[in-house]
């Protein structure tokens, strides 16, 4: 049987995980042409926020990048056994019409499950926001939030490569140290313990700041604004902050204009052409050590809506997957 984590209705406030139902149904069986993943990495994402709230069909599993091998295959462009990574969902097999859609994933590169993680979008999303749109220069400091999760962890490891001081913030004692001790930040604060964020960011950016990595918008952002340094820049990657509220609350952008600063809100869905440069380049950093990343795995397709609504509230230390399969590569 297939089991899969099915939107129940929508959310009338923050996401909960009884917005979600687990249900079985047969494994699907391919048509002519067609592809069935057997799913065994399922992605948590911050995005799938707005998806539930308006856009993804209720009564049917939520769409996510999955890293998977090919189960039964009618098409043979993907031979059973390909490790594969899709546009998939929330469940433990997903029909392909056509096999469309589905990447070959290079093992080669590093684990399968970096497909979705640093060898994927939040990694890319890194590199696009803190080295393209940042620009950090050795002597610079770069102020990244949400630190120790999927995106900001490299985010801060590149501003770092790059020469600048790095300053990360994260919701816990332990994901701070994580974020000096592990991923080698300069330093961390923990934005749920201090007094005040503006207060934090005096104390570990006496100087301003000059890249704003910002994953988080709503009162942090707005501290950052009267902080800023002439020139500086704010990638503005995303507002977890916000997505669950009306209004991002900002009063002090005015500083944007004094600074002679730039905010650039990117999509990474408009630079998934780099994807090809960027893998092998990356796997080359983490297999030299120079960037180190940790996935934060739940076991199990029914802790799906734990794990996921989890990571909205900051239980996850990196990248948050589920893992609902055998791994054939794992050793
Ligand atoms: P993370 O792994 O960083 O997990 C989300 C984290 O957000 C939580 O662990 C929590 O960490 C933090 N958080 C939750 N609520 C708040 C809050 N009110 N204030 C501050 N921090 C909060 O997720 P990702 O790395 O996947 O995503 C990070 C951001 O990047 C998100 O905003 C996401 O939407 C965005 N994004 C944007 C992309 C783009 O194309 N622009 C692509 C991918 C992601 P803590 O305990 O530290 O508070």
Redesign the pocket.
């Known amino acids: 049987m297939n089991t899969r984590v099915l939107l129940d209705r929508r959310p009338d406030g923050p996401v909960t995980a009884d917005l979600f139902r687990l249900d079985q149904v047969p494994v699907p069986e391919p048509g002519p042409g067609d592809v069935v993943v057997r799913n065994v990495y399922l992605s948590c994402?911050?995005?799938l926020?707005g998806r539930i709230q308006s856009v993804f069909p209720v009564g049917e599993p939520v769409a996510v990048r999955v890293v998977g091998v090919v189960h039964r295959s009618a098409n043979p462009a993907w031979p059973e056994g390909t490790i594969v990574w899709g546009f998939l969902a929330w469940e433990e097999y997903t029909l392909v019409p056509g096999g469309r859609g589905l990447t070959a994933v290079d093992p080669s590169l590093g684990p399968i499950s970096h497909a979705i993680s640093v060898l994927g979008?939040?990694g890319l999303?890194a590199y696009?926001?803190a080295i393209e749109l940042g620009r950090p220069t050795p002597g610079e400091t770069v102020y990244v939030?949400?630190?120790?999760?999927?995106?900001?962890?490299v985010a801060g490891q590149l501003a770092r490569l790059a020469g600048a001081r790095v300053v990360g913030?994260?919701?816990?004692a332990a994901?701070c140290a994580h974020v000096v001790d592990v991923l080698g930040f300069d330093a961390c604060f923990d934005?749920?313990a201090v007094a005040s964020i503006g207060a934090a960011l005096d104390e570990h950016c006496p100087h301003g700041i000059d890249v704003y990595f910002d994953?988080?918008?709503?009162?942090?952002l707005d501290a950052v604004l009267t902080r800023l340094r002439p020139g500086a820049r704010i990638p503005?990657?995303?507002?977890?902050?916000?997505?669950e509220e009306a209004g991002d609350g900002l009063r002090n952008i005015g500083a944007m204009l004094r600074q002679r600063a730039t905010m650039t809100?990117?999509?990474?869905?408009d630079?998934t052409h780099k994807l090809p440069a960027f893998l092998p380049r990356m796997s080359r950093w983490l297999r030299e050590g120079a960037v180190v990343y940790t996935e934060?795995i739940r076991h199990g397709i029914e802790t799906v809506p734990d794990a996921f609504v989890g990571?909205?509230?900051?239980?996850?230390?990196?990248?948050?997957l589920v893992q609902v399969s055998d791994d054939p590569t794992a050793g």
């Open positions: 994402d911050p995005y926020v979008m939040p999303t696009v926001g939030s949400s630190a120790a999760g999927a995106v900001g962890s913030s994260a919701g816990s994901k934005h749920r994953n988080v918008g709503g009162e942090t503005v990657c995303g507002q977890i902050a916000t997505y809100g990117f999509s990474i869905y630079h934060d990571m909205l509230r900051g239980d996850n230390i990196g990248k948050r």
